[in-house]
C-alpha cells in the first residue's frame, strides 16, 4: 500500500473506503448487509407488479394486499399467495391465471397508492468481491493522502484541500465506477 501502515490506520481507512461505497451506492444505514422480515407498503404498478424498494430480494415471506372484503364492508387486508419475485430487480408480481396456479374470484392484486405489504429479507450474504476489491482500492487512496489535499506548493504557501465533499480528493476510475454502478439503488423521489 505504499507505505507501512498500522492497524488502526488501515482499520480507520477501510472503514472509510465501505462509508464511502455504501453512500455512493444509496445503501442506507444497513449498507450491503441481509436486512431480514423488513415490511414495505408499496404502491402496485400496471399490470399486476410491483417494485421492492431495496435488492438484492434474498426471501418473501409475506405479502399482503388492501383489497374488497369478500364479505362487503370495506377494504381488508388480504394474504396473498400466488406471486412471484425477481432477485436481482425486486420485481413482484402476481402470478395469478398463470399455468400451475390456482385461479381465484375477485381481486387477486392491489391497486390503489401503498395498498401492498411486502415483508422481505434483503442484502447480501457476502458482499461481492468486486465491491471488495474497490474498497481496498479507495483505502489505498485514504491511507496515502489521509487529508484528501488536491494541491501542495511551497512557494507562497499553497495548499487546497476536498474538504468534507465527500470523494473529492478520491480518483474513481472509469473500471471503479462500473462497479459501483452495477450496486447501486436509485429512486424516483
Known sequence: MGGVYDEASISQALSWAQSFIEEYCNRGDNGFDVVEDDTVFIDP???????LPEIPVVNVSEVQALLPSQTGGGMVWTTLTNYAYVNDTGLIYDTTGEPGVMQSFGPTWPWLPGSLKVTYDHGYETVPKS??????????????????K?????????????????????VIDAFDERILDRYTLISIA
Open 150 to 170: 488536491l494541491q501542495r506548493s511551497i512557494g507562497d504557501v499553497n495548499d487546497r484541500f476536498a474538504g468534507n465533499t465527500g470523494g473529492v480528493g478520491i
Open 45 to 51: 404498478k400496471p399490470y399486476r407488479q410491483a417494485l
Open 131 to 148: 465491491l471488495i476489491n474497490a474498497a481496498v482500492r479507495f483505502a489505498q487512496q485514504y491511507l496515502e493522502n489521509p487529508t484528501l
